[in-house]
């Protein structure tokens, strides 16, 4: 063998020593995990909001990142690669306030939550349990700072801590306290209510006259509803913000990770029978009885259909739901009247604001 020869093999040897000794898959050890801080964070198959939703991870969701391209993270379900967008996301390692200190920087007087949904904490850190939520747009006065966690004010006499990289400096005061807020202002303040707004996405529900699809009159009347609420100070925490599915069992889940005083599902019904009419109100559990009858006595007081009363049904969405929950049925899209009601947005500030009162009287 040639003086050549030996000085090829012992290149070879010496780069497939570099390649095992620096091209080692990468342990789990090695990866960065990451919390998901939105309340439904949709699993797509590739890094692009183009591509096919495959399946959704709620709040609280931990993954493992394997690696990260065009602001995607991408981690595995079921054995398969799938992709979710990052600024959803909150790194873990990130999270921890052991080392912390209180930050020298100044600390702003307002936040706004700029996330889609959050978890308000009793300390400042992720392994603090969970004593609210916020949603994104709302706005809280700052009283203490620790780390990159800001104390807030919940309310007048709570509080509670937040993830400061999930907020933006406010400049103006909440617009939850606007000239629009209804007389009954604050009296749902330092309540938790869940607001589920039925079918979604692949799943249109009932379908009405000129085929006008539920999902499609449900959206502006949840949203109506989300207002009206957080007009009277509810902490309002949404299982879909738009048009998606969520599965049964994750909107329970999302009602179901949060301290929830009542779950409230926004259906609007169909039927063969073209003069079926009327707004029903569905309950599961004998104790969830006062909350239906108070809910459906406050928007009969509020509209113009036909009361069809409250009624027991074991609906797959109230049985897995902890808190007092209801499933109302506001209206039938198959009658050509109530279709031509329920499309109005007068109705659907008259539901809200029935729901909103029924909800204040249950309470009281």
């Known amino acids: 063998m040639n003086h050549r020869a030996i000085s090829r093999l012992a290149f070879f040897f010496w780069l497939s020593f570099l390649l095992f000794t620096f091209l080692q898959p990468v342990q789990a050890s090695d990866l960065e995990t990451y919390e998901v801080s939105t309340s439904i964070l949709n699993v797509r198959s590739e890094p692009s ?6 399946a959704q991870f709620v709040q609280g969701n931990e993954l493992m990142a394997f690696q990260e391209k065009y602001g995607w993270i991408q981690t595995y379900y079921d054995g398969e690669e799938v992709w979710v967008a990052k600024h959803h996301l909150v790194q873990k390692d990130s999270l921890s ?8 920087s100044s600390t702003p007087n307002m936040v706004t939550i700029n996330s889609e949904s959050i978890f308000v904490r009793s300390g400042p850190g992720t392994n603090y349990d969970a004593v609210s939520s916020a949603l994104s747009g709302d706005s809280f006065d700052v009283i203490d700072r620790s780390g990159d966690w800001y104390q807030i004010m919940i309310n007048s006499s709570e ?25 009954n202002s604050m009296n749902l303040e330092g309540y938790n209510i869940v607001v589920d707004p039925g079918h979604g996405g692949t799943d249109p529900g009932a379908i009405g006259l000129n085929g006008i699809q539920e999902k499609d009159v449900i959206q502006p009347t949840s949203s109506k509803v989300i207002d009206h609420l957080r007009d009277a100070g509810a902490n309002v925490i949404v299982t879909r ?31 063969l029978n073209l003069s079926a009419s009327g707004v029903t109100t569905y309950f599961a559990e004998s104790g969830d009885k006062g909350l239906g009858e108070s809910i459906q006595s406050s928007i009969i007081s509020q509209v113009n259909l036909h009361d069809r009363g409250v009624r027991q049904a074991n609906y797959k969405v109230l049985v897995n739901t902890s808190a007092p929950s209801v499933l109302l049925e506001l209206g039938f899209i198959s009658n050509p009247h109530d279709l031509s009601v329920v499309q109005s947005e007068s109705y659907q500030n008259e539901v809200a604001q029935g729901i909103t009162n029924g909800l204040i009287n249950y309470f009281e």
């Open 49 to 54: 909001s183009d591509s096919e939703i495959v």
């Open 159 to 183: 509080t509670g801590w937040i993830a400061s990289w999930l907020t933006e400096q406010a400049t103006q005061p909440s617009q939850n306290n606007n000239n629009t807020v209804p007389s």
């Open 241 to 271: 913000s738009g048009d998606y599915f969520v599965f049964l069992d994750d909107r329970a889940r999302i009602s179901n990770s949060y301290y929830t005083d009542a779950f409230i599902s926004l259906h609007y019904d169909a039927s």
């Open 97 to 104: 306030t052991e080392n912390s200190t209180t930050e020298t």
